[in-house]
């Protein structure tokens, strides 16, 4: 099911059907301020589980929660007093970041370091769809056929059909990759340079 929205006036409507797909334990692909995503409910097991299936994600591997604000992170992970001051200035925005998970963070969603990847895009759809719901969304980014990264939402209901439960569809998106640093420990680390400027937070 195709949910057209306006990317910069999302309709409230469509996503409340949004949002009660996702308390139903559905998938969706949603846009983000990098790519599409893809995510469930991250407290639903078997949500998760067919999420993890679909993709192929592999075994051990930290999943990430969109939230939708600092304050929401703060619920799920660890964030030292400098970097929050940081994080303040740069979120929303294209980063991913590696914190140490609280024990809020559903059991199976973190890796042997007991770690979480926490991202606060800045997408006005993605940012609606989370305050909605009033929780963090387990999230996987969109993939093609040859497995990069898809800004379509018409590919990706072609590709996944009857899997999805809705694409919320805001119009073509240009894919990049988020910046990724592990600010597990008191030092970051650099990870992946995306489209985020990871000197805010190594200066």
Known sequence: ?????????????????????????????????????????????????????????????????????????????????????????????????????????????HGKRREVGIRVPENPIVQELIRAFGSPILNVSARDLEGNYTGDAREIEKIWGYKLDAVIDCGGLEPHESTVLDLVDEQPVLVREGLGDPSLFLS
């Open 1 to 109: 099911m195709i949910l057209t929205v306006d990317a910069d006036y999302p309709n409230l409507k469509k996503v409340a059907n949004a949002v009660h797909l996702l308390k139903q334990g559905g998938i969706l692909a949603y846009p983000t301020d990098t790519t599409y995503g893809i995510g469930v409910d991250p407290f639903q097991p078997k949500a998760v589980s067919l999420l993890f299936e679909q993709t192929k994600r592999p075994p051990g591997k930290p999943a990430s929660l969109l939230c939708s604000d600092i304050t929401m992170v703060s619920q799920y992970a660890v964030i030292s007093d400098r970097i929050f001051r940081t994080m303040k200035r740069a979120l929303p925005g294209p980063f991913t970041f590696i914190l140490p998970a609280l024990k809020t963070v559903p059991r199976g969603l």
